[in-house]
Every structure is written in structure tokens, then in C-alpha cells.
């Protein structure tokens, strides 16, 4: 296999950080050997098949460093100059965002990468989006119709006391969905918003967005904040009792007769100190390819960012939406805002 994966989940101790350093740097190649140091937060086994199809195309043999967003974003960060990384990808534009004002990417140019859509990725080319997620609402089917919802902002109507499911402000979905309102309301009614919006709250925050639909599911709330493909891969589970929850859930796209439906992306770029920068640029391309954004769509069902890449039946069956096409960096800019806001509003 053509692949090198190794992955750093969060370790208690400086000397597990230094050997787990230790071994990344002994085992990365020079550019001679034709290898691309890459580092992902995607948190999904499905992304080996375009590793492997990259390597067969080019040749370049993908060393990965696995590791959740923030350890990553730290981790590039305490290597600095000596950084082996040569793409760093993250899920949600609020983690991009981060590690670019951490100063983590070198800006690229690249004719297949400025085509992609521009709500997508970074003006000055620092990062680009390769997949879309939408934060939908999803709702009982046996309690909830469609038409008792419109949008994110009539969640806190005094109808859903006791009946609205999300999971912590302390996740970067909610702070990126939480920017998005406040680029289109404004601080105060963003306040305002998620105090009402915890006021018909359930339960407190707990679980992450497959618990909420599970939640919903089961009778806990009867509607949920969460990402689109959460519902998708249980609706596609080989597990009958998934399937059943999915079953009872219906999908609906907030915000449709004004700015459209909050949708985030997971996305990356080309290293400050790439070693290997055009094997780096070279593998982004890879990630904006039809083959690789069809990969994208059918394993892990997000939305291609290019168009007319195809989507899976499962997402087409959820209806087609307008997304919000504010650019993705704003969410990022607004993150530290959006945070003290959840925070004041009391949304755990
Ligand atoms: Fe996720």
C-alpha cells in the first residue's frame, strides 16, 4: 500500500508528543523519493482511495498525519520552520481560518484551483474548499410538518420550548453557522437569537450531531441542528436500526426565501514550509478532480464543490436548496465573535 498512515490523537504527556515528533521526522522523505507530507483532520476512512488514486496518477507516495483540527493547527504551528507538512486539510472554514491567521499556509496560484466556486475558498489562495456540508434542520416526521419551519432564526418562536436538540457551542459547526447569522443580522439579534434559541432547548448540549438525529429519533426533541451527511450515512448504514432512526427523520433547508441554507466545507492548502510544494499544489488539484470529487460525494456524502460532479441519490433525495454563498472566510473572522455570543447566550 502507498500509503504511510499514521494518526496522533491527543496525548496527555510532552514526551508522547516528542516521540510521536521523533518518528514523523525520521520517517519523511526528501523530494527526491517523490513524497507529499500531508496532514488531515478529515476524520473518515474513505479518503484513502484518493490517496491512493493520487500515487497512481503522479507517482507521489502520501505520507498522512491524521489528527483532529485544533491538535493539528497546534502541531504545525509548535513545528514551524521544520514543518514537514506539505497540504494541511481541516473540516469547517472556521478551522482553515484558524490556521491561516496562525500563519500556517502559503498563499498558491493554480488555474484548476481559482476555478473552483468563490463562496469556496480563500480569495488570496491561502486555502480552497473541496466539499460542502450543509447545517440543515432535521425534524420528526411524527411531530414536525415541513411547513411548521422556515428558517434558523424562527427556532426560537416560544412553539419550540422544550423541542430544539443541538450539540455544544464549543463545536466549530455551530461557531461557523453562528457567523453566518451574525454577517447577516448583526451582533445584537445574533445575541438575541441564541439566547432564544437555548431558551427552547430540550436538554443541554451533549453528543454530537448523530446523537441529535438519534435524539430527534427517538422523542428527546423534535427537531435538530446538524450537518447533512450525518443523516445521510445513517440513512445508507448497513445497520437496520439506523436505517429505522433515518426513517423517521425528515431534512429541511432553512432560509430559502432569503440568504439560503448555512453551508460550511472541508477543505485545505499548501504549507508555509512545504518541503515538496509542487507535489503539494499537485495533490490539490487532485482533491478539485471530478474523479476525486465523485470519491467525495459517494463515501462520505457531501456536496462537490465542483460543478457538475455528481451527487449521491441519498443527498439528491434530501431536495435540491440554495446554500448561502457568503465566502467561507467570513465564518472564520467571525469564530471569536460567534464564541463569546454562545457564551454570553449560555449555549454550553
Ligand atoms: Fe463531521
Not at 484558524?98 to 489562495?125: C, M
Not at 455544544?168 to 447569522?181: A, F, H, K, P, T
Request: aromatic share 8%.
Amino acid at each position: 500500500m502507498a500509503i504511510t498512515r499514521r494518526v496522533f490523537l491527543a496525548s496527555g504527556t510532552a514526551a508522547a508528543a516528542f516521540a510521536a515528533h521523533q518518528i514523523l521526522n525520521t520517517k519523511v522523505g526528501s523530494s527526491a523519493e517523490r513524497v507529499m507530507n500531508l496532514y488531515s483532520a478529515r476524520h473518515y476512512s474513505s479518503d484513502t482511495a484518493i490517496y491512493e488514486s493520487f500515487t497512481k496518477k503522479t507517482g507521489i507516495k502520501v505520507n498522512l498525519v491524521e489528527s483532529p483540527g485544533d491538535k493539528l493547527i497546534e502541531r504545525v504551528k509548535s513545528e514551524g520552520a521544520n514543518s514537514p507538512a506539505d497540504v494541511i486539510i481541516t473540516v469547517d472554514a472556521g478551522n482553515l481560518w484558524r490556521a491561516q491567521d496562525a500563519g500556517l499556509f502559503q498563499p498558491v496560484s493554480s488555474r484548476i484551483l481559482t476555478g473552483l466556486d468563490a463562496s469556496a475558498r480563500d480569495p488570496q489562495g491561502h486555502w480552497f474548499g473541496f466539499t460542502r456540508r450543509a447545517r440543515v434542520i432535521v425534524y420528526n416526521k411524527a411531530k414536525v410538518k415541513p411547513e411548521d419551519l422556515s428558517t434558523y432564526e424562527a427556532l426560537t418562536d416560544s412553539k419550540w420550548k422544550g423541542r430544539i436538540l443541538v450539540r455544544s457551542s464549543g463545536n466549530v459547526y455551530n461557531q461557523s453557522l453562528v457567523g453566518s447569522i451574525l454577517a447577516a443580522q448583526g451582533e445584537a439579534k445574533t445575541e438575541a437569537w441564541a439566547r432564544g434559541l437555548v431558551a427552547n432547548f430540550a436538554r443541554p448540549s451533549e453528543g454530537n450531531d448523530t446523537a441529535q438525529i438519534k435524539a430527534v429519533a427517538a422523542g428527546l426533541g423534535d427537531v435538530a441542528l446538524v450537518n447533512t451527511y450525518y443523516v445521510a450515512r445513517l440513512a445508507k448504514s448497513d445497520k437496520a436500526e439506523d436505517k429505522e432512526i433515518a426513517a423517521k427523520i425528515g431534512v429541511f433547508f432553512p432560509n430559502q426565501k432569503d440568504r439560503g441554507t448555512h453551508v460550511n466545507i472541508s477543505g485545505g492548502g499548501v504549507a508555509k514550509y512545504a518541503p515538496n510544494k509542487a507535489a503539494a499544489i499537485l495533490f490539490l488539484e487532485h482533491l478539485a478532480s471530478r474523479q476525486v470529487q465523485e470519491i467525495f460525494a459517494k463515501s462520505n456524502y457531501e456536496y462537490p464543490v465542483q460543478a457538475g460532479a455528481p451527487v449521491d441519490p441519498i443527498l439528491t433525495s434530501f431536495g435540491k436548496f440554495k446554500a448561502d454563498k457568503l465566502n467561507a472566510s467570513v465564518y472564520g473572522k467571525n469564530n471569536a465573535l460567534a464564541l463569546k455570543i454562545c457564551d454570553r447566550a449560555g449555549w454550553k
